[in-house]
């Protein structure tokens, strides 16, 4: 197991649509193992493959709260197959820089299908967070990120906020090279 680099936005691989996981190897189940452990490594609920640069349709999910069963998987090629109610969480991104949160609504409920990492068939029924986790990390395998859920006013005043951010990180890094 290793924990992987996590490629963050405005990367332009975050947009790309992920392929199926067709095949069910012992290669699969390493990725799986890295990207539980990244995920744990990052403090994150929730991680699509497309955010290891892996542009497959897999995600794991870790969510343990009081109120709702626990859920933790690893899901190949999911699909909700059935959503209701609603409900709205400020959400955060382990690939959104400087650690951005913004409401975003979401169903309440939703039920999943898909495949385990053996292949195997399976079913998830969740509420609540894990289900709002299950919808972010299904959203990244289509090339969506959370951000795209919010306003554009709200969208663009993070767009400048990031975009003074990493003049100031490139900024730091050139005086640090100078420095050496």
């Known amino acids: 197991m290793a924990v992987r680099t996590i490629i963050e936005y405005p990367n ?22 890295d990207m539980f452990e990244t995920m744990a490594a990052a403090e994150g609920i929730g991680l699509a493959a497309i955010q290891v640069d892996v542009p497959l ?8 709260e009081e109120e709702h069963p626990p859920v933790r998987l690893a899901a190949a090629n999911p699909r909700i197959v059935l959503a209701e ?7 955060g991104c382990l690939s959104v820089p400087m650690s951005y949160r913004a409401a975003v609504q979401r169903y309440e409920h939703v039920v999943v299908e898909y495949q385990d990492e053996n292949g195997a068939d ?8 894990a289900a709002i986790c299950l919808q972010h990390e299904i959203d990244h395998l289509k090339g969506r990120l959370f ?10 005043l993070y767009d400048k906020k990031l975009a003074k ?3 100031y990180k490139k900024r730091e890094e050139r005086e640090q090279e100078m420095h050496r």
């Open 147 to 156: 951000i795209d859920h919010i306003s554009s006013l709200k969208r663009g």
């Open 165 to 167: 951010y990493n003049r």
């Open 85 to 91: 109610g609603k409900a709205s969480i400020e959400e």
């Open 57 to 64: 349709q897999l995600i794991v999910v870790d969510v343990n």
């Open 12 to 33: 332009p691989h975050l947009r790309n649509t992920s392929g199926p996981v067709t095949t069910f190897d012992d290669s699969l189940r390493e990725l799986v193992a």
């Open 122 to 129: 399976q079913t998830v029924d969740a509420t609540g967070l």
